[in-house]
């Protein structure tokens, strides 16, 4: 349940029922049926630090779990293991739409006139044009997009491996996150460890043609490491920085590593 969907009144069940999703993504799965089904309001609160007197305390025990949540998955991510690729035979078509609003309301960009901006703990912060991504080394994946909402497609998303743009704007890889902005009003922010997992991409194409409007055109950030919600589209600007920058669901409530 989203964090701004709890009722008011306060309901155990549902507290240890949500409490219970957030946990269970970093759980190893040999404990994981044993330590959720014995978690109890108690352990609730000595978990995220927080008595449970009121919605307002609810709220900031779950987000304290789900804050807790983003440091192991964090842990536990490895960036040399691989997501699963498809064959071609096996991307969805069509791909499906997703976002926040209705498919007529995706931004309309015009490609003579983007420019990315770059910002933050980068060496170079010149603006980047379209033909000049797309004179970079490109790259292609057939890989499944998962949403948060029970559903997921595969699709083939080309453009260029994000490490390797990091590294030509001289990014410092030792900063804590890489954000980015959006067209259509959306932010998001990931870890440096996704931002150099090899399979991260800033996508420019979708299935050997221009990315399309509706699936992120100028550029998407394509990673399959990550649930749907964490991959941007129409961004605008990216920067790198220490400081949490949070995202537009997950200052709502979302997981924040939102790992698949």
Not at 59 to 68: C, H, N, T, V, Y
Not at 93 to 113: L, R
Request: aromatic share 12%; hydrophobic share 40%; proline share 6%.
């Amino acid at each position: 349940m989203p964090l701004d969907k709890r009722p008011s009144q306060l309901d155990g069940d549902a507290i240890l029922k949500e409490a219970r999703q957030l946990l269970a993504p970093q759980l190893p799965t040999a404990t994981r049926r044993s330590f959720l089904r014995n978690l109890t309001l108690g352990g609730v609160a000595l978990l995220s630090g927080c008595r449970l007197s009121d919605d307002e305390h609810v709220e900031a025990a779950l987000m304290a779990i789900s804050r807790f949540n983003d440091r192991a998955q964090g842990w536990i991510f490895d960036p040399n293991a691989l997501a699963p690729t498809y064959p071609a035979s096996m991307i969805t078509k069509p791909f499906p739409f997703n976002a926040f609003y209705g498919i007529d309301e995706a931004p309309n960009v015009e490609e003579d006139d983007f420019r990315l901006e770059i910002s933050g703990l980068v060496a170079d912060k010149r603006s980047w044009r379209l033909d000049e991504l797309r004179a970079l080394a490109q790259v292609e994946q057939i890989t499944r997009h998962i949403c948060v909402e029970g559903w997921s497609a595969i699709g083939r998303w080309g453009g260029v491996r994000f490490s390797d743009f990091l590294q030509r704007i001289g990014a410092d890889t030792t900063a804590k996150f890489v954000g980015f902005k959006c067209a259509d009003g959306y932010y998001t922010s990931i870890d440096m460890p996704t931002a150099l997992h090899a399979q991260t991409q800033l996508t420019l194409s979708y299935d050997g043609q221009r990315l399309p409007r509706e699936y992120g055109f100028p550029m998407k950030l394509r990673m399959p490491t990550k649930l749907g919600y964490k991959n941007p589209k129409h961004i605008k600007a990216i920067f790198v920085t220490n400081s949490y920058p949070g995202g537009y669901w997950e200052d709502q409530g979302y997981n924040w590593f939102g790992g698949s």
